[in-house]
């Protein structure tokens, strides 16, 4: 297949996303009219300077001007508003379903909990009537202690039927997953899904610990897992899917060039991988990017582009009945 070729085929596959997170696909066009709105200041005054702020090191950096970024989401107007500007991008890329993470954490210091889910709520309901099914993943910040996830999850409770999972983002290295045993544990037993993002910077053992100590359904990014043999054997046996990020990995410099990039090496070993954009307005691409971008770069064939769709739908942790 030539570029070309590869570029239509893309554009045109089903597929689902299923590591998106919705605060990080706040354009920062959207952003500067709510700062108006919400009579709030950034950390940029036009949209050419939110840009160059963009140029990140590594995770914490970004983490820095995300949490700012997000601070102009205010009402459920607001998320709604951010929700459904993604849903709009996804749908055209025709992304069919949706497993949407939101960081209720990073909220609740300045509105309600009630705020944000009302306003994605909204917007994954507005969705469904062009014929996507969108899911809602509630992420812990692992930067934070296990008791305030605990609060968190208690928030949420009223919220049972909305929510698919729970998740573990943010700072990873000096947080790894055992510092969430019992939280996972309890969410679990609200008959929730559990998924964690291991091994983006943090180290395999920290991918042995979201399987074996938070029992996740599911590893987000899952890079480093490509270090340690048996890891890779364990991943392949039980089927568990990777939501890989591209765009992300190379912006955040967990890959130094996109030919470097693990996910051929991941199919190759019989991984279940899947793309995703992350934190899109940040990184420079939507899904269909990733999948172009890396599809580019890796030189991956027909077969492996369709492997790859394939398993959008297989590593689902649930698409809800339409
Ligand atoms: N929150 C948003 N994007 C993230 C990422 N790539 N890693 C960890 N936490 C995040
Ligand atoms: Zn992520």
């Given at each position: ?27 920062p066009?959207l ?6 709105r ?9 949209v050419?300077?939110a ?5 990140f ?32 991008r ?8 949706v ?18 889910m ?16 969108v ?53 679990r ?12 910077e ?29 890891l ?14 591209p765009?992300?990995?190379l ?14 090496r ?9 793309v ?13 990017d ?28 649930g698409?809800?009945?339409p």
């Amino acid at each position: 297949m030539n570029p070309e070729e590869r570029r239509a085929m893309i554009a045109d596959a089903s597929k689902t996303e299923l590591h998106i997170h919705v605060e990080g696909s706040l354009e920062p066009e959207l952003a500067l009219d709510l700062a108006r709105r919400n009579e709030l200041a950034l950390p940029y005054r036009n949209v050419r300077e939110a840009r160059a702020a963009y140029a990140f090191t590594d995770l914490q950096d970004f983490l820095d001007i995300y949490y700012a970024g997000m601070g102009v989401l205010y009402t459920p107007r607001d998320f709604y508003e951010v929700a459904i500007a993604y849903l709009r991008r996804a749908h055209a890329d025709h992304v069919l379903h949706v497993e949407m993470f939101f960081d209720p954490q990073a909220h609740t210091p300045r509105t309600t909990f009630d705020s944000v889910m009302r306003g994605l709520t909204v917007a994954a309901d507005e969705a469904r009537g062009w014929g996507m099914t969108v899911s809602l993943i509630l992420c812990f910040l692992r930067h934070l202690s296990e008791k305030e996830a605990f609060e968190t999850l208690e928030n949420a409770e009223r919220y049972r039927d909305e929510l698919l999972g729970v998740g573990l983002d943010s700072t990873e290295v000096g947080n790894p997953p055992e510092k969430f045993r019992n939280v996972f544990a309890a969410a679990r037993d609200m008959g929730l899904r559990l998924t964690a993002h291991a091994g983006e910077e943090g180290p395999p053992e920290y991918v042995w610990q979201a399987l074996d100590v938070l029992g996740v359904d599911r590893i987000d990014h899952g890079n480093r897992a490509i270090e340690d043999p048996a890891l890779v054997a364990r991943l392949a046996r039980d089927r568990v899917p990777l939501t890989v990020c591209p765009l992300s990995n190379l912006k955040l410099g967990v890959v130094d060039d996109l030919r470097d990039h693990p996910l051929r090496r991941m199919l190759d070993a019989g991984l279940m991988a899947t793309v995703n954009s992350d934190d899109p307005a940040y990184f420079g691409g939507y899904i269909n990017d990733n999948f172009v971008r890396v599809a580019d770069a890796l030189d991956l064939s027909l077969d492996e582009l369709e492997q790859l769709f394939r398993n959008s739908f297989l590593a689902s942790l649930g698409i809800p009945m339409p």
